[in-house]
C-alpha cells in the first residue's frame, strides 16, 4: 500500500485521467510524480481550490478519511468583512444546495483569522483590495465534505469565497510544503 500527501496547485484537477470531451489542456495529479498504479485521491479538490489532497492505492485508508468524520480543516479568503455574527451563523450550520436539493450543513468550527503570510503566492491573483474592497480570512474546519461545501457555505452568509486552502486533514498538514510538493506518509 502506498499513501501520499500532496500540496494540489490552483489550477489543476483532482484526477489522473481527464475524461472530459472538452478543456483537455488541464493539468492532472499525474504530473506531480511517478505514483504507482492504482493511485486513487481521496476526496477532491475543484480546480480552483489548493492545498492539502491525499493519494493512496489503499481503499481502507480512503474510507477512513471520507467515511469517519475525520476533521478538514480549510482556510477561506473571502469578499467582505466577516464578522462574529458571520462566524456564528456558519456554525450553527446553514442550508445549501447540493445537486439542486436543499441541504443543512452540520455545525462546525469557524474562527476568524489573520491572513497567512506563510502561504505561497497563487499562481492567479485573486485581485486588488484597493480596488476592490477588503477581504477576510476564516478557518472552517468541517467533519463533512459535500460538493462545494465551503464556497457554499460563505456565499450563504454573504461572504463569497476568493481562495480557497485545504489546510489540514486529521492531523496532517501543508504547513512548510509548497505547492505541487508530495511527500510519501508513513
Same mark, same amino acid.
Given at each position: ?34 505514483f ?9 479538490l ?28 480549510y ?26 436539493k436543499?441541504?443543512?450543513? =452540520?455545525?462546525?468550527? !469557524? $474562527?476568524? +483569522?489573520?491572513?497567512?503570510?506563510? #502561504? %505561497? ?24 465534505? =459535500?460538493?462545494?461545501? !465551503? $464556497?457554499? +457555505?460563505t456565499?450563504?452568509?454573504? #461572504? %463569497?469565497?476568493?481562495r ?23
Open positions: 500500500m502506498a499513501n501520499f500527501k500532496i500540496f494540489k496547485p490552483y489550477g489543476m484537477l483532482s484526477q489522473f485521467i481527464n475524461n472530459q470531451k472538452r478543456r483537455r489542456n488541464k493539468r492532472l495529479l499525474g504530473e506531480l510524480g511517478n504507482p498504479e492504482g493511485i486513487m485521491s481521496v476526496g477532491r475543484d480546480q480552483d481550490s489548493e492545498g492539502l489532497l491525499f493519494l493512496t492505492t489503499d481503499g481502507k485508508f480512503s474510507h477512513k478519511i471520507t467515511s469517519t468524520g475525520i476533521e478538514k480543516e482556510w477561506a479568503q473571502v469578499d467582505g468583512q466577516a464578522t462574529e455574527e458571520h462566524v456564528d451563523e456558519l456554525s450553527k450550520g446553514v442550508e445549501i444546495s447540493i445537486y439542486g436543499p441541504y443543512q450543513t =452540520k455545525s462546525c468550527e !469557524v $474562527r476568524l +483569522m489573520t491572513p497567512p503570510d506563510d #502561504l %505561497p503566492r497563487r499562481a492567479k491573483d485573486i485581485r486588488n483590495e484597493n480596488e476592490h474592497g477588503r477581504t477576510s480570512w476564516l478557518s472552517i474546519t468541517l467533519t463533512e465534505g =459535500k460538493y462545494r461545501q !465551503v $464556497r457554499k +457555505m456565499a450563504k452568509v454573504g #461572504l %463569497p469565497t476568493l480557497l486552502i485545504r489546510y489540514r486533514i486529521g492531523e496532517e498538514t501543508i504547513e512548510n510544503m509548497k505547492p505541487e510538493e508530495v511527500r510519501a506518509l508513513i
